[in-house]
């Protein structure tokens, strides 16, 4: 939970959140100006939780933290109302995990993030071995490798992904198990949105000589690269404005020329819009991102 780093005045949502511990650490965290939800599905844990939230709530002076009986597959939680989401081993026990990313991204405000730590595999669990009772008791069936896992995130709208911690990887029934803990964000993307150039000009502080993002764009450490709208409201907010600086020069909307992909700035192209012969921008020009594909 303190690894999530919930703040002051934030909704977090705890999945799976059994008797209730880490939304009681989560209500110290936010204050009586925030707000924690914990879903469960099992009525025998929602009722110890309600008894031990009546302690809490009288040890802190305030009561923020409300449970809900509901799946995971399909949150009892509101669109656009969660600044935090937080899972401890959960996940891996539903067989609709990217059901469950869909209903995170959800709930989650534009500019949100889930903190999730789950148990990850070397390689895919072969469908026999999942009826290995030894590997269900001990939560390792839904176990997915860490790259597929990754994979889904991004696929389903996540960007920013840290890796927090990581456990010691355990062999079991020839399959390598460890835990780890992911941070992603719920930000602005070009790929969703289009490509609008409205007059932005991104620059990589380092320290990095150079570094690429999800989206393919290319950013050389202190030199000027233009972006569209998209991409400079995501590089505005956490875990990326730390490294970055992004001007506003209008002007770069006005005297850029149109490219052979047909994205220039100000102009909306389609998500999946690519073109091989797109000329490289300039760094006080172009549609591309300075990348030889448009808005890809």
């Known amino acids: ?16 959140s059994g008797v209730g511990i880490d939304c009681f650490v989560a209500a110290r ?5 925030g707000k924690v939800i914990g879903v469960d599905m099992t009525d025998a844990m929602l009722e110890r939780a309600h008894e031990f939230n009546q302690e ?9 933290v409300e449970f809900r009986k509901g799946v995971i597959e399909q949150l009892p939680v509101e669109d656009n109302s969660v600044d935090l989401v937080i899972s401890n081993c959960v996940l891996n026990l539903s067989l609709h995990q990217d059901v469950v990313m869909k209903e995170i991204h959800r709930i989650l405000r534009p500019g949100g993030r889930l903190v999730i730590s789950d148990i990850v595999v070397d390689r ?37 992904l840290t890796q927090l911690d990581e456990s010691t990887w355990e062999k079991v029934a020839g399959y ?4 780890i803990t992911l941070r992603a964000y719920k930000l602005p993307s070009s790929k969703v949105s289009g490509c609008v150039y409205g007059g932005h000009a991104a620059i990589y502080l380092g320290p990095y000589a150079s570094v690429k993002d999800e989206e393919d764009h290319d950013f050389v450490r202190f030199t000027p690269t233009e972006v569209c709208d998209a991409t400079a409201a995501r590089l505005r907010m956490a875990p990326y404005s730390d490294n970055f600086m992004v001007l506003d020069l209008p002007a770069l909307a006005k005297a850029a020329p149109l490219s052979a992909c047909g ?3 100000g102009v909306v192209c389609p998500p999946a819009a690519t073109t091989a012969t797109a000329a490289p921008a300039a760094s006080t020009g172009g549609c591309c991102d300075n990348q030889s594909s448009c808005c890809a």
Request: with cysteine; net charge negative.
């Open 124 to 160: 895919e669990v072969a469908e026999a071995d999942r009826a290995n009772e030894q590997l269900w008791a001990e939560c390792y069936t839904g176990a997915i490798p860490v790259n597929k896992l990754v994979s889904t995130y991004e696929s389903l709208g996540f960007l920013g």
């Open 56 to 64: 809490v709530a009288a040890e802190l002076g305030y009561n923020v």
């Open 263 to 265: 994205c220039a700035p």
């Open 29 to 33: 965290l936010v204050g009586p100006t």
């Open 176 to 179: 390598h198990f460890g835990s």
């Open 1 to 16: 939970m303190l690894k999530a780093g919930a703040q002051a005045g934030e909704t977090v949502v705890d999945l799976g």
